[in-house]
């Protein structure tokens, strides 16, 4: 009997692809750093039952109606922009990601973001290395405070959550805005509701965790950098497109706004070339926010279970919902 085909678009270390060798036929793409070609994905989703994808691939419907027999389509993160959910849903295709199990690792890197960005950690550090340190001076690379200030946390989901928490070990000020009021988090984190607006002028830290959908398009643009304190500083581990990149950018070069964290681009991976790259107020990351090792591999895990779950006709356990 032909064995069910799961299809992983990125090479995954053996120890978690092996076990499933027995029960099912695995087609992997053969590189870790390289994204899947279309061509490849085209070829192998047409028997596949299962597709491991990652959040780089553009899983749309011309793909989605290539795959004959797929059942479920499981994305290594927590957000599904790239994937068209209603698309597959209409097919009967179930898609999954993995919530939760990131949410502290996501926060720890924002807030780690934060603080590079504020305390100038990135530049610093390559002052030392570079050999320029030739005498201690009272403002030598000095920041600005994290402690006692005003983060305002755009998109207060789980992730956004775990960054108040952190940010009451720091006593500072929470404000957050969100579609919908959330008394709890309110309660236990101390956190104030705030309209988008005045978030935005009243934040030492604007802090940018809403998912990409076609309402958060180009959320933070112009008059949002303008309206920001000039000592404010941006960070988005959310996704590249909430932001007008070149808005942002020209904020940045007339100090509208003193210096960006960010984890995420319009078009990933950022060319060295980009001008926002250029600039020793921002710190930028590789979209590295759940990049921990374990909690990768509990996302690997996840999805597989998701997997196995989908095509033994079971309830997945961290189904996309629209
Ligand atoms: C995700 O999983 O969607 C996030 O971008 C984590 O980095």
Known sequence: MNRVKILITRKLPEEFVNPLKDEYEIVMWNSEEQPASIDFL?????????LFSMLSDPINEELLSLGKKLKVVANLAVGYDNIDVKAANQKGITVCNTPDILSDTTADLTFSLLM?????IVEAAEYVKQGKWESWSPFLLAGRDIHHKTIGIV?????????????????????????????????????????FDSLIKDSDFVVCMTPFTPETKGLF??????????TAIFVNASRGAVVDEDALLAALEVGEIAGAGLDVFVKEPISGEHPLLKLPNVVALPHIGSASIETRSAMIELCFENIRR???????KTEVKI
């Open 155 to 195: 998109g207060m989901g789980k992730i956004g959550e775990a960054i108040a928490k952190r940010a009451t070990g720091f006593d500072m000020e929470i404000l957050y805005y969100n579609r919908s009021r959330k008394l709890e988090a309110e309660e236990r984190l101390g956190a104030h509701y705030r309209d």
């Open 221 to 230: 643009g112009e008059s949002e950098f303008r309206k920001m304190k000039r």
């Open 310 to 316: 989908v095509i033994q006709g079971k309830q997945p």
């Open 42 to 50: 085209k070829k192998e989703v047409e028997d596949a039952s299962a």
């Open 116 to 120: 590079a960005t504020a305390r100038r």
